[in-house]
């Protein structure tokens, strides 16, 4: 049995974040009814249309969920809310400020109403501050925290190229949910949670922010490098480029003898220690591919070997989508889609004797009726919502 079996998640989600959390749920086993607006639904559906006609992003955020289409401004909507929350084990939302207090869907209210309920907010800036009514998205995000700041090469900041704000805040409001779940297994009431995009990048900023505060200065951008180890980050062979990260002293001096092969390396004054060494970077850079700028990238990756330093090759996408570590663990599944069999990746965290849940990705309402008809909906009128644009 899936270990979140029985749990329902009924989730008003859009985009990334909020989806991204429940996606994790519903790999657990939990049952996640999606609410999307009548014929448009969840604008990520219409990202791009590059996996068979479908989105990137929903197809990737929304696997194993049923889709009911409601909109939750009509009158009609609100009976339905409620029994489905009534049902719930766990409401998530992350509409725009302030539209579920609009909607009678405050925690507050949610939380009188329904006491076993957990409720997961997900925002730009959180409840509460000078913040709280904005909209936020992923690169504003990154700008507010400081991580653009801190990310590209010296010339030119850069975002990070993947929603890195809402996937941190997603994580957050996934191992939330599960701590409140099992505090609710013994206390019997239900909480609500607040999680932000701000502050769980924030937290992730956790490196350069003590960084920044007790030194006056913050870190460097260098590109690929590493702002305070060295050497951490691309070498140049003869046919390529590696990527080697120099954890500490000890592989200091196995890199600098096995290698370099130029043991009276390690003891230049100018390389001595990491901070020397980030220091004098360039010089360092230099003295390395004097080095080994004349060798093959495979004549290096068995020095590295030998030497037991970390190193990697830099692949591109379609490089990851062959690696033989992902072959190897066998992390590809078939799962049903609108447009048919899609591959999808199975999550991270194996659980020993434990499948994950990898259902389809629900076309735009595909459970409407039946979750209605569930409800005690009549078919007349379900039929009668359709045409009046309530479904």
């Given amino acids: 049995m899936a270990p979140l079996s029985g749990i329902t998640v009924v989730t008003l989600e859009q985009a ?14 939990a049952r996640v009814i999606k609410i999307e607006r009548p014929r448009e639904g ?8 590059t996996v068979k006609g479908l989105s990137s992003h929903f197809v990737w955020l929304n696997r194993s969920k049923e889709s009911l289409t409601l909109d ?11 029994q489905l929350l009534g049902r719930a084990d766990v409401f998530v939302q ?17 939380r009188r109403r329904y006491p076993r309920l957990i409720v997961c907010n997900l925002s730009g800036y959180g409840s509460t501050g000078p913040y709280a009514e904005r909209k936020a998205y992923d690169l504003l995000v990154q700008s507010e925290v400081g991580l653009v700041s801190i990310t590209g090469t010296e010339q030119a900041p850069s975002k990070v190229g993947i929603s890195i704000a809402d996937i941190a805040a997603g994580m957050y409001a996934y191992s939330g949910i599960l701590a409140a779940l099992l505090s609710r297994a013994t206390s019997g009431e239900g909480t609500s949670i607040d999680v932000s995009l701000f502050d769980a990048l924030g937290e992730w900023m956790g490196y350069p922010a003590y960084y920044t505060a ?17 050497p951490y980050g691309p070498i140049r062979a ?23 092969q130029w043991p009276e390396l390690e003891h230049d004054d100018r390389f001595r220690t990491n901070s020397l060494r980030v220091a004098n970077r360039n010089a360092l850079h230099i003295a ?34 062959r690696h033989p570590q992902m072959i190897e663990r066998d992390v590809w599944r078939d799962i049903d889609s609108p447009s048919g069999t899609l591959r999808a990746t199975k999550p991270p965290v194996r659980m020993a004797g434990v499948e994950p849940v990898m259902r389809g990705v629900p076309a735009l309402g595909q459970q409407t009726d039946a979750i209605l008809e569930e409800l005690g909906v009549t078919r007349a009128t ?10």
Wanted: with cysteine; net charge neutral; hydrophobic share 50%.
């Fill in 238 to 260: 003869a046919d390529g480029e590696l990527f080697v990260a120099v954890q500490s002293g000890r592989e200091w001096t196995r890199f600098c003898a096995d290698v370099l």
């Fill in 214 to 230: 007790y030194s006056g200065t913050a870190p460097r951008r260098t590109g690929a490098e590493h702002a305070s180890i060295a």
């Fill in 382 to 391: 379900i039929a009668a919502w359709r045409a009046a644009g309530v479904i």
């Fill in 288 to 321: 390395i591919e004097s080095t080994l700028g004349s060798l093959t990238t495979a004549d290096i990756i068995g020095r590295l070997d030998r030497a037991q330093i970390a190193y990697a090759r830099m692949n591109s996408i379609a490089e990851y989508l």
């Fill in 16 to 29: 990334v974040a909020a989806p991204f959390a429940t996606r994790q749920l519903a790999d657990l086993g």
């Fill in 42 to 49: 969840d604008f990520a559906r219409h990202y791009d249309a």
């Fill in 94 to 110: 992350n509409l725009a400020p302030g539209a579920t207090a609009r909607l009678g869907l405050s925690a507050d209210v949610l």
């Fill in 72 to 82: 939750v401004k009509r009158p009609e909507a609100a009976g339905v809310l409620a």
